[in-house]
């Protein structure tokens, strides 16, 4: 019953004459995260529209569209190029490997199109300043799509610590890991010259929710623990910062968490726990809260279990991180406020965080030429 509501909600929403033109997406890649992030959360949004898709193969890209209903293809060696370049197109969403991201975003930005990018924003915090910075002199909307950000769960967690109800905060801890066997051999997360490695991938979540729940920046990194799945690309990576007012966290990131005792598969990870002064704040899937979240608060003894799925002036108890994050991206183009914001400044802090974790750990490093390997295992931490 509660679907059939949903269905005809949307339908209501998606006939509701919209009050201006609506903002026309382009995909590059017949990506498969492209569905959750973009494609269904537009068929609720009166003012977006996916119009195009471009797969390096134009029968990918046929067979994607006629799946998804996407009007029009491109493909072959310049696919790409002729989506950005298509003049009916006002946004383009950039879901190719983290690798690819700077490369595709700033062409796209060239031509003129907002994007909406795919997390990690792209290699280096570099990149990331390069990318924002062509977005800024062009008047165009560049975000970095930490699609959790613009969940009412977050929004609700980060407004219970900013109340001072439980006093400042004193150390966070911040997880995403997954079983072994989701993440497939030959799968993009690991392929270091595509941008790969549990960091870049989940850790550059865990780094952004410490940073967001903290509400401070590390000041260095004290210590890091890697397992690597392949030369340069790390499966898994622990990290322990210190940030400003005597705050410590820690970061847990893994792309194939193995089984206990080799044969029970583990539970995905995707928890956060936040200790105060006063008290402590438990959340539990903070990444995907649509499907299922808590948040629990402790403090003088008590607890309580809070959710929440909408704003109170925004937002149906059905819609995904996803779709309160293109309500801000569409508004943010349309030059009104968003519920909430990545900022440029916080993905190029994100990205010197993440770039700060493998320049600790010589064989990880990436994107880096060391003159002397051994004495940068023992460096002290790079300052963020
Ligand atoms: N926000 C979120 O919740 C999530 C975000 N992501 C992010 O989205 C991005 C894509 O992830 P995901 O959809 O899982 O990945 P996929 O492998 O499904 O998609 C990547 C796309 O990149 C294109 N591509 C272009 N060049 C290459 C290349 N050399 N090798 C491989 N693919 C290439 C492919 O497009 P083509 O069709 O043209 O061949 C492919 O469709 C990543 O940045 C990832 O971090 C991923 C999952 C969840
Ligand atoms: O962005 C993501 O979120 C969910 C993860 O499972 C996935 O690997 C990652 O790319």
């Not at 623990?225 to 893994?254: N, W, Y």
């Not at 959710?307 to 108890?317: H, S, V």
Request: one cysteine or more.
């Amino acid at each position: 019953m509660a679907s059939m509501f949903g269905l005809i909600n949307r339908v209501r929403k998606r006939n509701r004459s919209p009050d201006s033109k609506p903002v026309k997406f382009g995909v590059l890649g017949a990506a498969a995260i492209a569905p959750s992030a973009l494609i269904t959360p537009v068929k609720s949004h009166p003012e977006a529209i996916v119009y195009a898709v471009a797969a390096r193969s134009k029968d990918r890209a046929t067979a994607y569209a006629k799946k998804h209903g996407i009007e029009k293809v491109f493909g072959g060696p310049n696919g790409y190029q002729e989506l950005i370049d298509d003049p009916e197109i006002d946004a383009i969403y950039n879901p190719l490997p983290n690798g690819l991201h700077y490369e595709w975003t700033m062409k796209a930005l060239a031509a003129g199109k907002h994007v909406l990018l795919e997390k990690p924003a792209a290699n280096t915090a570099e990149e990331t300043r390069k990318m924002f910075e062509l977005a800024e002199s062009k008047g165009l909307v560049l975000l970095e799509a930490f699609h959790y950000r613009f969940h009412p769960a977050a929004l609700r967690v980060k407004a219970i610590i900013e109340s001072g109800e439980l006093g400042a905060v004193k150390s966070t801890s911040t997880t995403l890991a997954v079983p072994s066997g989701i993440i497939k051999a030959g799968d993009i997360r690991f392929d270091y010259g595509l941008g790969g490695g549990a960091l870049m991938d989940m850790g550059c979540y865990t780094i952004n929710s410490m940073r967001y729940f903290a509400g401070a920046d590390p000041t260095s990194v004290l210590s890091v623990e890697h397992e690597l799945q392949a030369p340069q690309i790390d499966r898994r990576t622990v990290a322990k910062f210190a940030l400003p007012g005597s705050i410590t966290s820690t970061i847990v990131c893994d792309l194939s968490v193995p089984p206990t005792l080799k044969f029970i598969p583990a539970i995905p990870n995707m928890n956060a726990h936040i200790k105060c002064e006063k008290g402590e704040i438990k959340v539990m899937n903070y990444i995907m809260p649509t499907q299922y979240h808590s948040i629990t608060v402790t403090a003088g003894g008590k607890s309580r279990v809070e959710k929440a799925y909408t704003l109170p002036d925004l937002g149906e108890p059905w819609w995904a991180s996803y779709r309160y994050q293109l309500e801000a991206f569409v508004n943010k183009v349309k030059g009104r406020t968003p519920h909430t914001w990545v900022t440029k400044e916080d993905s190029i802090k994100n990205m010197e965080v993440i770039e700060s974790v493998y320049a600790k750990v010589h064989f990880l490093l990436r994107f880096y030429e060391l003159p002397n390997i051994a004495a940068e295992w023992t460096r002290e931490s790079p300052e963020i």
